[in-house]
């Protein structure tokens, strides 16, 4: 027995028993919400000793403790706060008091008609119009939205994924109509296709043609807008839907493997594209278990890329990621509360070293987030940033040996779902069959079972509840938008040049029999003023749309 376990048997014996006696833990033990037993306390010995070894310093593989060597002391994430509703008109005002507020970078929130592919003035866009975000239907919505934003200077993502490519492709003719080259642009698109068929729905087109799409979108931009980040691949909406922290991690590498694959498959080597992947993560209320997890990503992350693809450029092996907090996790009572839970779990991102975070606002439950809460929001993150010391240096909890234990078994649990996966023949065979899918529905109904027993509590829901007043002051969006919006888009149709058009969607569809890129095409056709629902209506007749299989 070594010296700290003789210092552990005592300390269990002469101190631990007799307190006890006095005062019981409770006989359920304790977990993390990933269901990973919590001893009462760790030593070193708990915690294997080639995983201690393995740490690393950071910016240097496997980047447990983060991808830059000098993290926030040289610079701060990006406080990049999600926002977009009604016109391109309110959300670009929002926008501009945002960056005037210190948010360093804009985030673009889209209303449902947009991410589905349809124009606002689409039967099936009727009362969503502006509802979630904001509505885009052309170019000429992109003009009005992004509207006195120095694009070479200030980094856009957009939360958009079946139809990204033609969404980046609208900022690329922006730019190139005032003369900014876009090599010069900086941004993300999520262009995530495969967590929408497992959690989220906002898909169009069947898997292959949208990889498709994901793989032109990397060709496309290594060469023409080499500092975008063609995908952002979303453990978040995984998380919403109901995951683990294990499966939020093994779910979106597995989906990541499955696009590294298919651009390999697609000819492009691996070097060139894999730099610019970026991941999006949620963070929850579970402190400790959430900075582990994003170290487990990190590490595993880099492992498969060096060891599975034969990545060779360190940049391919870094995870960098966005994180936005839960809002899952946000309740409509005692609303008030939710600021110190997204306390807590920027705090957690922050800790695990997030590149670009959002936090969410208190009233987001409620409704769309008035300018006020939006505000508390982003102090939050300058807070944290300017006040709270913990950016002072770097990965401040490396060496907690119950960080440790949590990351060495977040990474190893994730490992397992990853084989089991590549045991099916990959993620999108997983998700086929509908593996991934019935994972999460069992976790997200054994999680919601705890809080109807009260295993799980939640503060002012099931335990410390006040009866409270109806809430007063929150945003609404006027429901005179849709037709401002549709009255809009007429006029466009009107007086743009339809022969352009015309040959435009044409040569689109032409493209979309064959192989050839679509991108180029796409940035002509919103150049000449082509709707996104034309460009996304002519796929829709050429590829035809994906119905999910029926889950048991």
Not at 302 to 327: D, V, Y
């Amino acid at each position: 027995m070594g010296e700290i376990s003789q210092e552990k048997h005592k300390w269990e014996k002469e101190v631990l028993e007799p307190a006890l006696r006095k005062r019981p833990e409770r006989k359920e033990g304790f977990r993390t919400p990933s269901g990973t037993p919590l001893e009462r306390f760790y030593t070193p010995e708990d915690v294997q000793a080639d995983y201690l070894q393995d740490l690393g310093f950071p910016g240097q593989y496997p980047y447990t403790r983060g991808v830059q060597p000098t993290m926030y002391r040289g610079r701060l994430w990006t406080m990049r706060q999600y926002a977009g509703y009604a016109t391109a008109e309110e959300s670009n005002r929002r926008y501009k008091y945002l960056l005037e507020q210190g948010q360093t970078g804009l985030s673009v929130a889209f209303d449902l008609p947009t991410q589905l592919g349809y124009d606002s003035d689409h039967p099936l866009a009727d009362g969503e119009v502006g509802k979630v975000g904001v509505a885009i239907s052309s170019l000429e919505d992109m003009e009005i939205l992004l509207d006195g934003i120095p694009l070479d200077r200030v980094s856009i993502s957009m939360t958009i994924n079946a139809p990204a490519a033609v969404l980046l492709a609208m900022v690329v003719a922006l730019a190139k109509k005032h003369g900014i080259d876009s090599k010069l642009l900086r941004g993300t698109i999520q262009n995530d296709i495969l967590k929408e068929y497992v959690a989220r729905g906002t898909y169009i087109f069947p898997p292959k043609p949208s990889l498709r799409l994901i793989t032109d979108t990397f060709e496309y931009c290594a060469e023409n807008v080499p500092k975008w980040n063609t995908i952002s691949i979303s453990g978040y909406h995984i998380r919403e839907a109901g995951s683990t922290a294990v499966q939020e991690v093994a779910f979106t590498l597995a989906n990541a493997i499955a696009y590294v694959q298919a651009a390999i498959d697609r000819g492009l080597d691996v070097d060139r594209f894999a730099g610019r992947l970026s991941f999006f993560f949620n963070a929850h209320n579970n402190f400790l278990e959430e900075i582990a997890k994003f170290r487990a990503a990190r590490r595993l992350w880099a492992r498969i890329m060096r060891e599975r693809f034969g990545a060779k450029n360190p940049r391919s092996w870094q995870l960098r990621f966005h994180t936005q907090t839960a809002g899952s996790t946000l309740t409509a009572q005692q609303p008030e509360n939710n600021v110190i839970r997204v306390t807590i779990q920027a705090l957690a991102a922050v800790l695990g070293g997030t590149q670009s975070l959002h936090t969410n606002s208190r009233d987001e439950a409620l409704a769309l987030p008035t300018e006020e809460s939006v505000q508390t929001a982003l102090r939050t993150q300058q807070i944290i940033a300017y006040e709270s010391g913990v950016a002072d240096t770097i990965d401040p909890l490396a060496g907690s040996y119950v960080i440790e234990h949590l990351t060495n078994e977040i990474e190893r649990q994730a490992e397992e779902y990853i084989r089991q996966i590549d045991g099916m023949g990959g993620a999108l065979a997983a998700v086929e069959s509908g593996f991934i899918q019935r994972e999460i529905q069992d976790s997200a109904y054994r999680a919601q079972q705890a809080v109807e027993e009260g295993k799980q509590i939640v503060v002012g829901v099931n335990k410390f509840v006040t009866k409270e007043a109806a809430p007063v002051g929150l945003l609404r969006v006027d429901p005179r938008v849709q037709g401002e919006q549709i009255a809009r888009l007429r006029k466009l149709r009107a007086r743009r040049d339809a022969n352009a058009v015309r040959s435009s969607l044409e040569q689109i569809r032409s493209a979309a029999r064959g192989n050839e890129n679509l991108l180029p095409l796409f940035v002509d056709a919103a150049s000449v003023y082509a709707t996104l629902g034309e460009i996304t209506g002519v796929l829709r007749e050429e590829w035809g749309e994906y119905r999910p299989p029926m889950i048991l």
